[in-house]
């Protein structure tokens, strides 16, 4: 494939990470996949080499910055290059503040901001060398609304829009950026709720999502543009979501 692309993507294991890695590959780029279960990766590589794609899997632990950069810096030496990285490893635990559920604030912290700037350090120099590059964070509909039990959540996606479109602002032309904003997707990431109360009003509110596939159809979009076409941020929720 002449244009086939050397894309990396973070939490890779399940939900929008799985379903951009199938869908990506299955067009002809090479995926680099990223999570810490290496079982279901090893499964999800084999998938991909049976239906005649390309991947390589490393376990990641999007909060160590030296691991992100091991994960980027191995892909360069492997490929000669990287072209896109997929910041989509986030979490989700949902509670209301008065539950008090700091442990859980801080992880979500970790994963959602800290994970999303390591992705950017690792892969932003390359870029720069190379003088080309697409980063896509997947952010949220939290990043544009709140909700209760979403106080902590919905910062975080906040914080991972402003840093996505701050970057944007700040890099020449030829580095692409883009946000993804998925509404209700089938994922894993309401499994992380411990509240019992958020844990049923959540069931309720998730009754009819979209594919993950859904989203990674978007992710394919913005980066199989033509250079010099850069999708800013994208919003894709169930048609009966308000």
């Known amino acids: 494939m002449a244009d086939s692309k050397v894309v990396l993507i973070t939490g890779a294991s399940s939900g929008i990470g799985h379903a951009t890695a199938l869908r990506l590959a299955g067009q002809g780029h090479h995926v680099v996949l990223g999570a810490r279960r290496t079982d279901r990766l090893t499964a999800l590589a084999e998938a991909i080499r049976d239906a005649g794609g390309s991947a390589d899997t490393h376990r990641l632990d999007v909060t160590d910055p030296k691991i992100v950069a091991t994960f980027v810096d191995t892909a360069v030496d492997r490929h000669g290059r990287i072209d896109v990285i997929i910041n989509n490893a986030g979490v989700g635990p949902l ?17 959602n901001i800290r994970g999303l700037l390591h992705g950017i350090a690792a892969a932003l120099p390359h870029f720069q060398r190379h003088g080309a590059g697409h980063f ?7 990043a544009h609304e709140v909700m209760p039990t979403g106080a902590v959540y919905c910062a975080t996606k906040y914080a ?3 840093i996505t479109e701050g970057l944007r602002l700040e890099l020449d032309p030829g580095i692409r950026v883009t946000t993804v904003s998925p509404g209700i997707v089938e994922s894993e990431i309401a499994d992380s709720i411990t509240d019992p109360d958020t844990q ?17 159809a978007a992710i394919s979009y913005a980066i199989g543009q033509p250079p010099d076409v850069d999708v800013n941020e994208l919003i894709i929720r169930p048609a009966g979501q308000r």
């Open 95 to 111: 509670s209301r503040l008065d539950s008090l559920l700091t442990d859980e604030w801080n992880q979500t912290i970790d994963v």
């Open 136 to 142: 896509v964070t997947i952010a949220s509909v939290g």
């Open 160 to 162: 991972a829009w402003a």
């Open 200 to 216: 049923e009003a959540i069931r309720a509110f998730r009754e009819s999502p979209i594919s993950a596939d859904a989203i990674a």
